[in-house]
């Protein structure tokens, strides 16, 4: 099944279009007096190699947007555009592949099958992909290395940390080569040292490239990325970057 690509040109001669393309987004559930208007006009773009952060308060809209960029659920109007792909004009079926193919998810939960190890959990997605057995044994390696739990490969979930199990989680995110990283409250169920071995993982994987978005109310997860966007009652209220795309040094130790 293919995918149609957006109609306008995105981004300069030369240069890759964005990863994120998001065009007067409006949700609204219900109709009439009751309806709620959870997403109001939203605008903006997150190129390649970015890390933003969209925070807001309860009720911003902030779950709505993410639920719209992970295409788990379609706007009321407007235009979402991922990598090049134009998703309101995709069936169910062609959303799902994008999906699958384009995003790596990270919750706040993490997920984890209990009694399967580290690399067998990381290895889940391509097994679903019907990725060979030694591709996968290797992808996983490669991706447990990445967020620095080389040494933990055959461990069970109960035998690791909040912040081990969660970094598990992501380097289940990104074994698929996702264009996105899409992290929805990652640090929520964690306490303040795991918290940072999360942050620190996810900066290691913007410094190699990846493109992150998280969603968060956390000052300490704002603190680690370079873009933030916040939102007020279905509205994009500031849009300030604090460090250009690339420019981050990294601040990762593979033994943490």
């Known amino acids: 099944m293919s995918l149609p690509t957006a109609d306008s040109t995105l981004g300069s001669v030369g240069l890759p279009p964005p990863v994120i393309e998001v065009d007067g987004i409006h949700r609204t559930y219900g109709e009439g007096e009751t309806a709620v208007h959870a997403l109001r006009g939203v605008s903006f773009t997150v190129d390649v190699g970015d890390y933003v952060a969209?925070?807001?308060?309860?009720?911003?809209?902030?779950?709505?947007?993410?639920?719209?960029?992970?295409?788990?659920d379609a706007p009321t109007s407007g235009r979402y555009v991922l990598e090049g792909h134009d998703v309101s004009r995709l069936d169910d079926g062609q959303q799902a592949i994008l999906r699958n193919r384009r995003i790596g998810f990270v919750f706040q939960s993490f997920n984890l099958l209990r009694r399967t190890s580290a690399l067998a959990n990381v290895e889940l997605p391509m097994v679903y992909a019907r990725i060979p057995r030694k591709d996968r044994h290797r992808r996983a390696l490669a991706a447990l290395e990445l967020v620095g739990l080389s040494d933990r490969t055959h461990h069970l979930p109960n035998e690791l940390s909040g912040g081990q199990q969660q970094r598990v989680a992501v380097a289940r995110a990104l074994v698929t080569s996702p264009s996105l990283v899409l992290a929805d409250e990652p640090t929520g169920n964690l306490?303040?040292?795991?918290?940072?071995?999360?942050?620190?993982?996810?900066?290691h994987l913007n410094?190699?490239?990846?493109?992150i978005v998280v969603i968060t109310h956390e000052d300490q997860v704002v603190a680690h990325t370079k873009r933030t966007i916040e939102l007020l009652d279905g509205m994009i209220v500031s849009d300030r970057r604090t460090v250009a795309v690339g420019d981050r040094p990294p601040r990762w130790r593979a033994d943490s």
């Open 54 to 72: 969209i925070r807001g308060a309860s009720g911003s809209g902030k779950s709505t947007l993410m639920n719209i960029l992970g295409c788990l």
């Open 191 to 203: 306490d303040s040292m795991s918290t940072e071995e999360v942050l620190v993982a996810l900066d």
């Open 207 to 211: 410094v190699v490239g990846r493109t």
